[in-house]
């Protein structure tokens, strides 16, 4: 079965600087992999995704990520935060063949003037 | 594309009562839905995953007779919370995909807040 970590609850990072929120999964073949963000008290909406080729993959809003194989990781990255990027972000993981997906329990972005 | 809308957004009831959830694709035909349970500050967790014409299938320890879920059409999927408590209060969650879809992708409603008083 697969999993998702994602090691830090809370991250607060000034307006301007870059950003980057860890993942990491366990899953024995090459996973389907998303980010997604929510804003309070709403849905899902999906940053970008990663099924296969190039590793470093572009999202909406300026993210991007970069998958790992080695490291089982797929990070999260923003040169320069906005303070309308003050959310929260779930690491998902999918496998071949299955419909589901795993999250990660979630890492809080605060960002401060 | 692949819009996903959830009614109501928020709703308030009374312990004992039933409240249904709707969950639908606008602009494609979703042949699997699932629903989702949030509880503040925490992650999505899966309750079930529903084919249309088919009978939905559970996680563990997801009550199905507590949590009725219908997919009658490729379009619409409900989920009825029966007999209402106050920690059955939560964010729910729906998504949705469609077949050819070999990439897991699922696209999420805006989610309902339900309160039981």
């Known amino acids: 079965a697969q999993s998702v970590t994602q090691p830090d609850i809370h991250i607060t990072v000034s307006e301007g600087a870059s950003l980057e929120l860890r993942c990491n999964y366990s899953?024995?073949?090459?996973?389907?992999l998303f980010w997604y963000v929510q804003s309070p008290g709403q849905g899902l909406q999906l940053l970008l995704k990663?099924?296969?080729?190039?590793?470093l993959v572009q999202g909406i809003k300026g993210f991007e990520a970069e998958f790992k194989r080695s490291q089982s990781s797929f990070n999260l990255r923003k040169p320069s935060v906005h303070w309308s990027d003050a959310a929260e972000y779930f690491c998902?993981?999918?496998?071949?063949?299955?419909?589901?997906?795993?999250f990660g329990k979630g890492t809080m972005l605060l960002v401060s003037p | 594309g692949a819009v996903v809308s959830q009614h109501p957004s928020w709703v308030i009831c009374k312990s004992g009562t039933s409240v249904k959830i709707e969950c639908r694709s606008l602009d494609f035909q979703a042949t699997t839905m699932f629903w989702y349970r949030q509880f503040p500050k925490q992650s999505l967790m899966l309750m079930a995953t529903s084919n249309e014409g088919s009978k939905a299938t559970y996680e563990q320890g997801v009550e199905k007779d507590k949590f009725l879920i219908n997919h009658a059409s490729l379009t619409l999927s409900t989920l009825t919370v029966t007999s209402a408590h106050p920690e059955d209060s939560s964010f729910y969650i729906c998504?949705?995909?469609?077949?050819?879809?070999?990439?897991?992708?699922?696209?999420f409603g805006p989610g309902t807040r339900l309160t039981v008083l």
């Open positions: 899953y024995g073949a090459t996973p389907y």
């Open positions: 990663y099924f296969s080729g190039d590793t």
């Open positions: 998902a993981v999918g496998a071949r063949g299955y419909s589901t997906l795993t």
């Open positions: 998504s949705a995909t469609f077949m050819g879809n070999s990439y897991n992708e699922q696209f």
